[in-house]
Nanobody, 121 residues
Framework: QVQLVESGGGLVQPGGSLRLSCIAS????????MAWYRQAPGKQRELVSV???????NYAESVKGRFTISRDNAKNTVYLQMNSLKPEDTAVYYC???????????????WGRGTLVTVSS
């Protein structure tokens, strides 16, 4: 069974930085895209950033220039470097993997449980 586990969330002051990590496990052969979503209290989940296996990236307009997504395909790991954090970045951040091929199954989409990021003074 494929699982995603996020880490790196926490409390940070406005203007600060955090780095989120997400490791995919479970006899994985390949993952097409890995992404970060977030869900703030009372709001819908939104895409923050996505990186395809070939390296193409996309970012939400609200985080462009502040957040950077990266991947280590060999380790099935995706990172999100978040700089110049703002209170409006406060949310639960979820890792997502699309089109995951493992030794037993192909998963169209897998989600992590999320990690809380709180930006506050």
């Amino acid at each position: 069974q494929v699982q995603l586990v996020e880490s790196g969330g926490g409390l940070v002051q406005p203007g600060g930085s955090l780095r989120l990590s997400c490791i995919a496990s479970g006899s994985i052969f390949s993952i097409d895209a890995m992404a970060w979503y977030r869900q703030a209290p009372g709001k819908q989940r939104e895409l923050v950033s996505v990186m395809q296996s070939g390296g193409v990236t996309n970012y939400a307009e609200s985080v462009k220039g502040r957040f950077t997504i990266s991947r280590d395909n060999a380790k099935n790991t995706v990172y999100l470097q978040m700089n110049s954090l703002k209170p409006e970045d406060t949310a639960v951040y979820y890792c997502n993997a699309k089109n995951v091929r493992s030794s037993l199954h192909r998963y169209l989409e897998v989600w992590g449980r999320g990690t809380l990021v709180t930006v506050s003074s």
